[in-house]
């Protein structure tokens, strides 16, 4: 009997310490000797020749001390007691280090606070290492446990929230997201900065703008949507985040500007201003670790309700990483945050390529699928659009107008047209627009004339069966259970179009299978590029039974899937993630603006700010823009290379299909016109492709000035009045460039 009670004490000890305690991330913590810390104030714990990061152990607060201006940086407002606009949960949220969402048996969601639920409670373990420090955040209440890691290296700090062992649930509550340290750098209401978000190319906040009827802030996933998220009506179209960053900037204190080193698939950048949920000004990360979608039953009934439905599997056993980096001097500028991120990014493998010459790119659509009769009977047959021959004939028009260098991309070339079909794990073209032959000669006549070829290929989206992809078995599911679908929306309303079939997504380890094939079948050809243009971004999760897979392992067989096409052939991709940029050999259809969510105060070319100098890019096609002048100048600002998608054909040919979009695309009425435009934008920029860009100035809302690293200006009008800059008229709607 004695041996049973000593048993069961020990098993209730182990059973404490793995809730209460320190099992943190065994590759940080091994051969780490870790002293709890004690005291109910600032206790000094870590240091180095830049800075001092001391730590209260009764709240999780911290602050990082700047050895040489003598400022500091609080993890939370310190006085958050008497904030003025924090109300409810907002207050609590205001002393956390992290907010965690949780979700119950019966499919409700509430919030834990690492404060009120956990250090407030005593709850809260502070240990210290050398350069480390390590939070255990137990939850008694809702029996969970949660553990983060802080470490200063230099001048930055780096903070992790470990997933494999680290982290306790049980089977009435589970974790759903982690927001992490929402207050760290946080401007007061009565501090003047801006916050950088990466909104397409990226997004100023000022402080205190007085946009707090955006109640909801700022709040976009990292990579773009899940593209298991279904729409009956089309979203309002935004541009997706590329770049797993944003930062702060006070006039009169240190700036800080973060990098999402782990988990960046599975975040969302997050920023709110003073006087909505709080008097301050903040931007943070959160992290979604385990996938859930709201369920309706006896939907349009008098009983119907809503829960929701979560997976069992968390989206990844990494662990979550954030660096801050510090900067010393006030007021830091966002071309600051931009110079440490672009070393940053060469430092991890991203090399200089740019191309000498000035580039065009084109997008040629050679086929697509419509409704066809003959004899009476409707069949679904291909649609000649352009062929080889009408492409060569295009490409010596541009050469003989002494175009530089031109990059086509053919959409459609292959017998399933430019919508749906079946997975590219061949190289295949139609017949009636030429065959492979014609494909060939185009290649090589462009080849000629120091020019470029891509196919576009599907890897990811399909509407038909083949051998080893099929439409039942292969489809990626949802939580629910429900195979994804990408649905067309209709131009006028916005509504989902019921006349075209929606698209599948391929389950993520298929596409690697696939890759790999058409690696192979590229081996055997002269074919010389490839666009598989899907797998370029936007990364989503597998919920299929037996087989989950989350968005960061997306992202690997994405990658993986670029590198095997790779070894065989060039690559062109469309607004790649930061990550595939290194991959690509051509990169198109880069954001020249921002979604200018109404929190956002300007758009400002950040991306541009990082990548010009190391790669060559495109604008959206400028010949689908409503504002044509308008979209000229915003790609001169980006330092980008014009764009234009073009059917040989007239637009009938396209009509009730779903490529009717492309209105304006008719060659024969933009060929002269895009010349032009071309020659406009390389006046500008064609001579700057391998600078970088050193400064950016906001006159006003309409002028902006754009430095080049060999000193060159470019000043832009986007107003209708001229404007004198250094005695220099820049017209209206127009640009000047000074060397």
């Not at 255990?136 to 200063?152: P, Q």
């Amino acid at each position: 009997m004695l041996k049973k009670i000593i048993c069961f004490i020990l098993f209730v000890a182990l059973v404490i310490n793995g809730v209460a305690g320190v099992n943190v991330n065994e590759s940080n913590t091994k051969n780490t000797n870790w002293e709890i810390l004690k005291g109910e104030d600032f206790v000094s714990a870590v240091n180095n020749d830049n800075f001092e990061l001391s730590v209260n152990p009764s709240n999780g607060f911290f602050k990082l001390f700047n050895r040489q201006n003598n400022q500091i940086i609080y993890s939370n407002p310190l006085d958050y007691k008497n904030d003025n606009y924090a109300k409810g949960i907002n207050r609590a949220g205001l002393s956390a280090q992290l907010i965690i969402n949780c979700i119950d048996k019966k499919g409700q969601l509430f919030d834990v606070f690492s404060s009120t639920n956990s250090a407030f409670d005593n709850d809260l373990t502070v240990q210290k290492s050398e350069n480390s420090l390590k939070y255990t955040f137990k939850f008694s209440e809702y029996k969970l446990s949660v553990a983060m890691i802080i470490t200063l290296d230099k001048d930055k700090l780096k903070v992790s929230i470990p997933l494999d062992n680290n982290i306790v649930e049980n089977d009435a509550n589970k974790i759903v997201s982690i927001q992490v340290l929402p207050y760290f750098n946080a401007g007061s209401i009565n501090e003047n900065g801006f916050i950088l978000v990466p909104d397409g190319i990226g997004g100023i906040i000022n402080f205190n703008n007085n946009k707090q009827q955006a109640m909801f802030g700022y709040s976009e996933a990292v990579y773009g949507e899940d593209k298991s998220i279904f729409n009956d009506i089309k979203p309002v179209n935004k541009e997706k985040i590329t770049m797993p960053v944003f930062g702060i900037s006070k006039e009169e204190g240190m700036g800080s500007f973060a990098i999402i080193t782990s988990g960046a698939s599975l975040s969302k950048i997050n920023a709110n201003v003073s006087k909505g949920i709080s008097s301050y000004n903040n931007v943070f990360a959160s992290f979604q670790i385990r996938g859930y979608e709201e369920v309706t039953t006896l939907n349009r009934t008098w009983a119907a309700k809503k829960y929701t439905l979560s997976s069992k599997n968390r989206e990844t056993k990494k662990a979550l990483s954030i660096d801050y980096k510090v900067f010393s001097q006030n007021n830091t500028s966002i071309l600051d945050m931009s110079k440490y991120y672009r070393e940053y990014l060469i430092s991890n493998g991203l090399e200089k390529n740019v191309q000498n010459n000035y580039t065009l790119y084109l997008d040629l659509y050679m086929g697509v699928k419509k409704n066809k009769q003959f004899l009476g009977i409707v069949y679904n047959g291909y649609e000649n659009l352009t062929t080889f021959n009408e492409a060569k004939q295009i490409s010596k028009t541009y050469l003989d107008n002494k175009v530089d260098c031109l990059v086509i991309r053919t959409k459609g070339a292959s017998a399933d047209g430019a919508y749906g079909g079946n997975i590219n794990d061949k190289f295949r073209i139609q017949n009636s627009i030429g065959g492979e032959k014609g494909y060939i000669d185009l290649q090589n006549y462009l080849n000629e004339h120091n020019s470029k070829l891509f196919n576009q290929v599907e890897l990811l989206e399909f509407t038909t069966s083949s051998f080893g992809y099929n439409t039942s078995f292969d489809n990626a599911l949802s939580v629910t259970q429900k195979p994804i679908k990408i649905y067309q929306y209709r131009l006028s309303t916005l509504e989902r179009r019921f006349d075209i079939i929606p698209k599948f997504l391929l389950k993520p380890n298929k596409i690697q299978i696939a890759a790999s094939s058409l690696a192979k079948s590229l081996e055997n050809s002269s074919v010389e590029g490839v666009a598989p243009s899907s797998i370029s971004c936007s990364p989503y999760s597998v919920y299929n039974s037996g087989q989950f897979i989350s968005r960061e392992e997306t992202l690997d067989y994405f990658i993986n899937s670029i590198n095997e096409l790779k070894k065989t052939s060039g690559i062109l991709l469309e607004n790649p993630v930061i990550d595939f940029v290194k991959s690509s050999n051509q990169i198109v259809c880069m954001p020249t603006g921002g979604s200018m969510i109404n929190i956002i105060d300007d758009s400002i070319p950040f991306l541009y700010f990082v990548i010009h100098g190391l790669v060559s890019y495109s604008c959206e096609p400028i010949n689908l823009k409503s504002n044509i002048n308008k979209q000229v100048l915003n790609a001169i600002e980006c330092g980008a290379s014009p764009m234009f998608s073009f059917i040989y054909e007239d637009y009938e040919k396209i009509m009730d299909t779903p490529l009717e979009y492309l209105y304006g695309a008719k060659i024969n009425v933009w060929m002269e016109k895009s010349i032009d435009i071309y020659n406009k934008m390389k006046s500008a920029v064609g001579d700057l492709t391998s600078m970088y860009i050193i400064g950016y100035e906001i006159i006003n809302e309409n002028v902006k000035i754009i430095t080049y690293s060999n000193n060159t200006k470019i000043i832009i009008n986007y107003s209708e009045n001229s404007y004198f800059y250094e005695n220099n008229e820049v017209k209206p709607i127009d640009f000047i460039k000074i060397n």
